[in-house]
Protein backbone atom coordinates (compact mmCIF):
# COMPACT_ATOMS: atom_id res chain seq x y z
CA UNK A 1 0.00 0.00 0.00
CA UNK A 2 1.34 3.57 -0.99
CA UNK A 3 2.57 5.85 1.95
CA UNK A 4 3.84 9.22 0.65
CA UNK A 5 6.28 11.88 2.85
CA UNK A 6 5.53 15.30 0.94
CA UNK A 7 8.57 17.40 2.44
CA UNK A 8 7.29 21.45 2.38
CA UNK A 9 3.53 22.34 2.87
CA UNK A 10 3.91 25.61 0.01
CA UNK A 11 1.19 25.40 -2.92
CA UNK A 12 3.51 23.00 -4.32
CA UNK A 13 3.37 20.45 -1.52
CA UNK A 14 -0.22 21.16 -0.30
CA UNK A 15 -1.83 20.26 -3.73
CA UNK A 16 -0.02 17.58 -4.12
CA UNK A 17 -1.35 15.75 -0.68
CA UNK A 18 -4.75 17.12 -1.80
CA UNK A 19 -4.60 15.19 -5.05
CA UNK A 20 -3.38 11.74 -3.17
CA UNK A 21 -5.78 12.12 -0.29
CA UNK A 22 -9.11 12.45 -3.10
CA UNK A 23 -7.58 9.22 -4.78
CA UNK A 24 -7.40 7.46 -0.75
CA UNK A 25 -3.58 7.60 -0.66
CA UNK A 26 -1.89 7.83 2.93
CA UNK A 27 0.47 11.31 2.74
CA UNK A 28 1.90 13.40 5.30
CA UNK A 29 3.23 16.39 4.62
CA UNK A 30 6.51 17.37 6.92
CA UNK A 31 7.06 21.31 7.08
CA UNK A 32 9.76 23.08 8.92
CA UNK A 33 8.28 26.23 9.81
CA UNK A 34 5.23 26.92 12.04
CA UNK A 35 2.75 27.70 9.21
CA UNK A 36 1.64 26.59 5.81
CA UNK A 37 1.87 28.83 2.67
CA UNK A 38 5.62 29.05 1.82
CA UNK A 39 5.91 32.04 -0.01
CA UNK A 40 2.24 32.39 -0.03
CA UNK A 41 1.62 34.68 3.46
CA UNK A 42 -0.79 37.56 4.30
CA UNK A 43 0.07 40.16 7.15
CA UNK A 44 -2.77 42.19 8.71
CA UNK A 45 -1.39 45.34 10.70
CA UNK A 46 -2.95 48.75 11.45
CA UNK A 47 -6.15 47.61 9.46
CA UNK A 48 -3.76 47.10 6.04
CA UNK A 49 -3.44 43.69 4.72
CA UNK A 50 -0.25 43.33 2.77
CA UNK A 51 0.99 40.56 0.79
CA UNK A 52 4.51 39.31 1.51
CA UNK A 53 5.05 37.35 -1.32
CA UNK A 54 2.33 36.68 -4.56
CA UNK A 55 -0.75 39.06 -4.35
CA UNK A 56 -3.16 37.50 -7.08
CA UNK A 57 -4.10 34.29 -8.89
CA UNK A 58 -4.25 34.71 -12.90
CA UNK A 59 -6.96 31.97 -13.88
CA UNK A 60 -5.76 31.09 -16.82
CA UNK A 61 -6.56 27.33 -16.89
CA UNK A 62 -10.38 25.59 -15.76
CA UNK A 63 -7.84 23.60 -12.73
CA UNK A 64 -7.97 26.99 -11.20
CA UNK A 65 -11.38 27.28 -10.51
CA UNK A 66 -12.13 23.64 -9.91
CA UNK A 67 -9.42 23.81 -7.50
CA UNK A 68 -11.25 27.00 -5.75
CA UNK A 69 -14.11 25.48 -6.11
CA UNK A 70 -13.66 22.04 -4.92
CA UNK A 71 -12.25 23.07 -1.40
CA UNK A 72 -14.98 25.65 -0.91
CA UNK A 73 -13.76 29.34 -1.35
CA UNK A 74 -15.54 30.10 -4.65
CA UNK A 75 -17.62 32.52 -2.36
CA UNK A 76 -14.47 34.26 -0.79
CA UNK A 77 -12.68 34.94 -4.47
CA UNK A 78 -11.77 38.77 -4.83
CA UNK A 79 -11.33 39.79 -8.65
CA UNK A 80 -9.19 42.29 -9.53
CA UNK A 81 -10.41 46.41 -9.53
CA UNK A 82 -10.36 46.42 -13.73
CA UNK A 83 -9.56 50.42 -12.86
CA UNK A 84 -5.68 48.41 -12.00
CA UNK A 85 -5.58 46.83 -15.14
CA UNK A 86 -2.76 49.01 -16.54
CA UNK A 87 1.01 48.49 -16.30
CA UNK A 88 3.53 51.20 -16.41
CA UNK A 89 7.19 51.45 -17.79
CA UNK A 90 9.48 54.59 -17.29
CA UNK A 91 11.08 56.03 -20.78
CA UNK A 92 12.03 59.17 -21.13
CA UNK A 93 11.83 60.13 -16.89
CA UNK A 94 8.11 59.28 -17.38
CA UNK A 95 5.69 56.59 -16.11
CA UNK A 96 4.13 55.22 -19.61
CA UNK A 97 1.20 53.00 -19.47
CA UNK A 98 2.38 49.64 -21.73
CA UNK A 99 -0.79 48.85 -24.89
CA UNK A 100 -2.75 46.09 -24.19
CA UNK A 101 -4.04 45.98 -28.02
CA UNK A 102 -2.85 46.67 -30.86
CA UNK A 103 -4.73 49.72 -31.45
CA UNK A 104 -3.15 51.29 -28.29
CA UNK A 105 0.10 49.80 -29.78
CA UNK A 106 0.03 52.00 -32.46
CA UNK A 107 -1.02 54.90 -30.50
CA UNK A 108 1.77 54.53 -27.44
CA UNK A 109 4.20 56.03 -26.70
CA UNK A 110 6.33 53.47 -25.20
CA UNK A 111 7.66 52.66 -28.39
CA UNK A 112 8.96 54.26 -30.86
CA UNK A 113 7.84 54.25 -34.72
CA UNK A 114 10.52 52.75 -35.67
CA UNK A 115 10.07 49.57 -33.02
CA UNK A 116 6.51 49.79 -34.52
CA UNK A 117 7.35 49.03 -37.60
CA UNK A 118 9.97 46.66 -36.48
CA UNK A 119 6.88 44.56 -35.43
CA UNK A 120 5.18 44.08 -39.03
CA UNK A 121 8.11 42.47 -39.62
CA UNK A 122 7.80 39.63 -37.53
CA UNK A 123 5.74 37.30 -38.73
CA UNK A 124 7.71 37.18 -42.03
CA UNK A 125 11.47 36.41 -40.14
CA UNK A 126 12.27 32.62 -40.77
CA UNK A 127 14.60 32.02 -38.37
CA UNK A 128 13.64 29.20 -35.51
CA UNK A 129 14.84 29.18 -32.20
CA UNK A 130 17.29 26.68 -30.57
CA UNK A 131 16.99 24.67 -26.96
CA UNK A 132 19.64 26.95 -25.95
CA UNK A 133 18.85 30.57 -27.05
CA UNK A 134 18.44 32.90 -24.41
CA UNK A 135 15.14 35.35 -23.62
CA UNK A 136 17.05 38.15 -24.92
CA UNK A 137 18.79 36.91 -28.26
CA UNK A 138 14.99 35.33 -28.63
CA UNK A 139 12.82 38.80 -28.72
CA UNK A 140 16.21 40.72 -30.31
CA UNK A 141 15.85 38.28 -32.95
CA UNK A 142 11.78 38.49 -33.59
CA UNK A 143 10.71 41.68 -31.99
CA UNK A 144 14.02 43.79 -31.83
CA UNK A 145 16.11 45.99 -29.13
CA UNK A 146 13.02 47.91 -28.33
CA UNK A 147 11.09 45.87 -27.09
CA UNK A 148 13.35 43.66 -25.07
CA UNK A 149 14.34 46.94 -23.13
CA UNK A 150 10.91 48.31 -23.10
CA UNK A 151 8.48 45.22 -22.51
CA UNK A 152 10.36 41.93 -22.13
CA UNK A 153 12.91 43.21 -19.56
CA UNK A 154 10.34 44.89 -17.00
CA UNK A 155 8.21 41.83 -17.56
CA UNK A 156 11.09 39.62 -16.63
CA UNK A 157 12.22 41.15 -13.97
CA UNK A 158 8.82 41.81 -11.92
CA UNK A 159 8.31 37.63 -12.58
CA UNK A 160 12.14 36.23 -12.22
CA UNK A 161 13.72 39.40 -10.96
CA UNK A 162 16.21 37.86 -13.84
CA UNK A 163 18.30 39.05 -16.61
CA UNK A 164 16.75 38.04 -20.06
CA UNK A 165 20.34 37.14 -21.17
CA UNK A 166 20.61 34.69 -18.29
CA UNK A 167 17.59 32.81 -19.04
CA UNK A 168 16.17 30.14 -21.55
CA UNK A 169 13.69 30.88 -24.26
CA UNK A 170 12.54 27.29 -23.85
CA UNK A 171 12.90 26.88 -20.17
CA UNK A 172 11.41 29.91 -18.86
CA UNK A 173 8.66 30.74 -21.72
CA UNK A 174 8.04 27.37 -23.19
CA UNK A 175 4.85 29.10 -24.72
CA UNK A 176 6.38 31.16 -26.16
CA UNK A 177 8.95 28.95 -27.82
CA UNK A 178 6.65 26.66 -28.92
CA UNK A 179 5.09 29.66 -30.84
CA UNK A 180 7.73 30.30 -33.39
CA UNK A 181 8.50 26.22 -33.16
CA UNK A 182 4.94 25.89 -34.75
CA UNK A 183 3.76 28.51 -36.28
CA UNK A 184 7.11 29.90 -37.20
CA UNK A 185 5.83 33.68 -35.80
CA UNK A 186 4.29 34.93 -32.41
CA UNK A 187 2.01 37.24 -34.08
CA UNK A 188 0.66 34.10 -36.24
CA UNK A 189 0.98 32.06 -33.48
CA UNK A 190 -1.33 34.12 -30.73
CA UNK A 191 -3.72 34.52 -33.64
CA UNK A 192 -3.69 30.73 -34.75
CA UNK A 193 -3.16 29.58 -31.22
CA UNK A 194 -6.27 31.04 -30.03
CA UNK A 195 -8.58 27.76 -31.60
CA UNK A 196 -6.07 25.77 -29.72
CA UNK A 197 -6.55 27.43 -26.53
CA UNK A 198 -10.36 27.57 -26.49
CA UNK A 199 -10.48 23.67 -27.64
CA UNK A 200 -8.61 23.00 -24.25
CA UNK A 201 -10.87 25.66 -22.62
CA UNK A 202 -7.28 27.82 -21.35
CA UNK A 203 -7.68 31.69 -21.27
CA UNK A 204 -4.89 33.75 -22.48
CA UNK A 205 -3.05 35.69 -19.72
CA UNK A 206 -4.07 39.30 -21.82
CA UNK A 207 -7.82 37.97 -20.55
CA UNK A 208 -7.22 35.89 -17.75
CA UNK A 209 -9.46 36.93 -15.00
CA UNK A 210 -7.16 38.28 -11.89
CA UNK A 211 -8.07 37.36 -8.50
CA UNK A 212 -7.42 37.02 -4.81
CA UNK A 213 -9.27 36.41 -1.72
CA UNK A 214 -11.39 38.32 0.87
CA UNK A 215 -8.89 38.34 3.48
CA UNK A 216 -5.72 37.82 1.76
CA UNK A 217 -3.93 34.56 -0.81
CA UNK A 218 -2.79 32.77 2.37
CA UNK A 219 -6.60 32.19 2.52
CA UNK A 220 -5.84 29.64 0.03
CA UNK A 221 -3.37 27.62 1.51
CA UNK A 222 -4.69 27.95 5.12
CA UNK A 223 -7.93 26.22 3.64
CA UNK A 224 -5.87 23.32 1.88
CA UNK A 225 -4.82 23.01 5.13
CA UNK A 226 -8.10 22.37 6.64
CA UNK A 227 -9.03 19.89 4.52
CA UNK A 228 -5.96 18.31 4.59
CA UNK A 229 -6.66 18.03 8.55
CA UNK A 230 -4.32 15.43 10.70
CA UNK A 231 -1.60 15.23 7.56
CA UNK A 232 0.18 18.02 8.24
CA UNK A 233 3.63 18.48 10.72
CA UNK A 234 4.59 21.47 11.30
CA UNK A 235 7.85 22.13 12.83
CA UNK A 236 9.10 19.32 11.58
CA UNK A 237 12.54 19.84 10.05
CA UNK A 238 13.88 16.45 8.34
CA UNK A 239 17.01 15.22 9.43
CA UNK A 240 17.28 12.64 6.85
CA UNK A 241 16.23 10.95 4.04
CA UNK A 242 17.18 6.92 4.20
CA UNK A 243 16.61 4.30 1.56
CA UNK A 244 15.01 1.07 3.79
CA UNK A 245 13.92 -2.09 2.72
CA UNK A 246 10.18 -0.59 2.68
CA UNK A 247 10.87 2.33 0.69
CA UNK A 248 12.41 5.19 2.97
CA UNK A 249 12.87 6.18 5.94
CA UNK A 250 11.78 9.78 6.87
CA UNK A 251 12.01 11.26 10.38
CA UNK A 252 12.22 7.54 11.58
CA UNK A 253 9.26 6.68 9.76
CA UNK A 254 8.93 4.60 6.44
CA UNK A 255 7.21 5.94 3.26
CA UNK A 256 7.16 4.13 -0.23
CA UNK A 257 7.40 7.14 -1.91
CA UNK A 258 8.47 10.63 -1.26
CA UNK A 259 8.01 14.13 -2.98
CA UNK A 260 10.04 16.75 -2.36
CA UNK A 261 8.23 19.97 -2.59
CA UNK A 262 10.99 22.71 -1.04
CA UNK A 263 13.35 25.17 -3.15
CA UNK A 264 15.96 23.52 -4.95
CA UNK A 265 18.42 25.63 -2.81
CA UNK A 266 17.23 23.53 -0.06
CA UNK A 267 17.39 20.16 -1.43
CA UNK A 268 20.92 19.90 -1.09
CA UNK A 269 20.33 20.21 2.89
CA UNK A 270 18.13 17.42 3.68
CA UNK A 271 20.88 14.85 4.02
CA UNK A 272 19.79 12.51 1.05
CA UNK A 273 21.33 8.88 -0.16
CA UNK A 274 21.87 10.64 -3.36
CA UNK A 275 23.88 13.85 -4.26
CA UNK A 276 21.99 17.43 -5.20
CA UNK A 277 24.98 19.57 -4.65
CA UNK A 278 24.35 20.10 -8.58
CA UNK A 279 21.24 22.15 -7.75
CA UNK A 280 23.30 24.91 -5.57
CA UNK A 281 24.48 26.29 -9.09
CA UNK A 282 20.72 27.71 -9.28
CA UNK A 283 20.90 31.27 -8.94
CA UNK A 284 18.33 32.79 -6.53
CA UNK A 285 17.98 36.55 -7.69
CA UNK A 286 18.17 38.50 -3.73
CA UNK A 287 14.95 40.49 -4.07
CA UNK A 288 13.28 42.92 -1.22
CA UNK A 289 9.27 43.30 -1.30
CA UNK A 290 8.12 47.10 0.06
CA UNK A 291 4.57 47.81 0.79
CA UNK A 292 3.78 51.25 1.56
CA UNK A 293 0.18 51.77 3.31
CA UNK A 294 -1.50 55.25 3.31
CA UNK A 295 -4.13 56.79 5.25
Known sequence: M???????????????????????VDCTIFEAS???????QTVHEEGFLVECGPNSILDTHPNIGKLVAD?????????????????????DGQPIALPNSPTALLKSKAFSAKAKLRLVREPFIRSISNETESLADFVIRRLGQEFLDY???P?????YAGDPAQLSTALAFPKLYALEQEYGSLIKGAIQGAKKRKKRAETASKEAKMFTFDDG???LPKQLAQKLDGAIQLGARIEGIERCSGGWNVNGEVFT????AVPTHAMSNLNLP?????????YYPPVASLSLGFS
Open 217 to 219: MEV
Open 155 to 159: FVGGV
Open 34 to 40: DRVGGVI
Open 257 to 260: DVIL
Open 151 to 153: AIN
Open 2 to 24: QKIAIVGAGITGLVAALELTERE
Open 274 to 282: FDLKLLDEI
Open 71 to 91: IGLADRKLSANPAAQNRFIVR
